[in-house]
């Protein structure tokens, strides 16, 4: 039977079934031909404000909308539009292993496997989507996992030894992901106003291409200081250099926050973040303030863990219940001890931590395998490269990090690599391009 792994973030569902993986934001766009979904009903969503929904999945239920269409009377309706593309897209798999944010309720649980009901697939399991990232991360006592979605974030306070059991988790609206991109997008029309007397929000167009510059932007600035932004609009094309800092001033109140919030909970030995917190300018002086050994989890981590898992998820068919606990994976990393924390060297010295690739930032631990697939670049470290690269016809690259990991270096070249800085000890801030992608190498604490 053919198992599909979705994670189920409105800010990126993640759905990964064999060789595809899918990563689609939860927006849907009501017109009057059906229902459109994803990076699709995104590209439209300020352009057409009042056919654009994205509360869906954070509201799951069965209330009626305020404009009903023959196609959709109420949320549930436009969730259920978004899994029959995914299912489609995925290429029809037979079941589905969710991993549902910790905050999820019952109620909401029973919707989805309402939804599921109706679908030609069926659920084959239900998974606290923190306690599987946490799975697969090799952090041992008190935990705590941080997510965003993009109305609410969500904190998971965990116990790892040998099995990962959610203690508890809470959410926090105001920390919610649309907050932050919301505050900088004011941040930069303010910007374009005081330079220009241009407001790209005043207009639906303006703010629509605004928005869809904004992720790919703010994840670049994480690892420079400044960079360009440029707006096209009747009066011509306007451009403007935004620092990292301006952003950080702008959302400064809400990392701080978060800082008290973390405060409040009980101790931790580790924190864990999602990849969704990790590339956000400013996450990095929250983890100095926690002052708590911090990992960077991929973007991957919980649909990996589920399919890791799938034997000890589907034991019991019979049941289907929410799991939220899970072994440890047997080659999970251990992190260091709370004891020894891991040291930090200056910016000249760094070693990338990360590969940073379309608003994603993926870990690098011993080994990274980057492919080129269907017109883009695929990154895995869960295969040995022999695996990878013994395949006919495949073309990419490998890092590779020595095994006191003082240093990271590219390996396994099919064809030439494009890097800004010495192939053979690669630094922080260091740009690869392969086949016109560009991958860049950041630090994640």
């Not at 034991?315 to 939220?324: A, E, N």
């Not at 017109?375 to 890092?399: C, H, I, K, N, W």
């Amino acid at each position: 039977m053919s198992t599909a792994f979705i994670e189920l973030n409105d800010s990126g569902i993640l759905c990964r079934h064999g060789d595809v993986t899918i990563v689609t934001p939860g927006c849907a766009l009501l017109t009057k031909k059906g229902i459109i979904t994803g990076e699709q009903a995104l590209q439209q969503a300020w352009l057409l404000p009042q056919q654009a929904y994205n509360q869906y999945w954070h509201q799951l239920n069965l209330s009626p909308l305020a404009a009903t269409s023959k196609y959709a009377r109420h949320h549930a309706d436009l969730a259920y539009a978004q899994l029959q593309a995914l299912y489609e897209s995925a290429g029809r798999p037979e079941e589905v292993v969710f991993a549902v944010p910790g905050n999820v309720s019952n109620d909401q649980l029973s919707v989805l496997l309402g939804l599921v009901k109706a679908s030609a697939f069926t659920a084959a399991g239900l998974v606290d989507a923190g306690v599987a990232a946490a799975s697969l991360a090799g952090a041992t006592g008190r935990v705590l996992h941080v997510d965003m979605q993009m109305h609410t974030a969500v904190v998971t306070e965990l116990d790892c030894s040998d099995m990962v059991a959610r203690r508890r988790a809470s959410q926090y609206p105001e920390l919610a992901l649309k907050g932050f991109f919301d505050i900088w997008a004011g941040h930069i029309a303010n910007r374009f106003i005081e330079e220009y007397r241009y407001d790209p929000l005043h207009t639906a167009a303006g703010e629509q291409q605004l928005r869809d510059l904004l992720p790919d932007f703010v994840a670049k600035l994480v690892a420079q200081p400044e960079l360009e932004i440029e707006l096209t609009a009747n009066r011509g094309n306007f451009r403007l250099n935004i620092l990292r800092s301006e952003l950080l001033a702008a959302s400064h109140a809400r990392w701080q926050h978060l800082i008290e919030t973390m405060g409040r909970l009980p101790a931790a030995d580790v924190l864990l973040l999602s990849h969704r917190v990790a590339v956000l300018p400013g996450v990095d002086d929250v983890a100095q303030a926690i002052a708590l050994p911090t990992v960077a989890l991929s973007a991957e981590a919980a649909v990996a863990a589920c399919q890791r898992h799938l034997s000890y998820i589907v034991d019991d068919r019979t049941s289907l219940g929410f799991i939220t606990a899970l072994p440890v994976a047997s080659d999970a990393a251990a992190l260091p001890s709370v004891a020894s924390p891991p040291t930090v060297g200056s910016a000249l010295e760094a070693v990338p931590t990360h590969v940073l690739y379309d608003n994603t930032a993926y870990p690098v631990a011993s080994v990274l395998a980057v492919m080129w697939r269907d017109g883009a670049l695929q990154m895995t470290g869960d295969q040995p490269l022999s695996a990878v690269f013994g395949r006919e016809g495949v073309a990419g690259f490998a890092l590779r990090r020595n095994a006191d990991s003082t240093s990271l270096y590219i390996e396994r070249e099919t064809e030439a690599v494009q890097c800004s800085g010495n192939a053979k000890c690669l630094k922080v801030g260091d740009t690869l391009v392969f086949r016109g992608q560009s991958v860049t190498l950041i630090e994640v604490h």
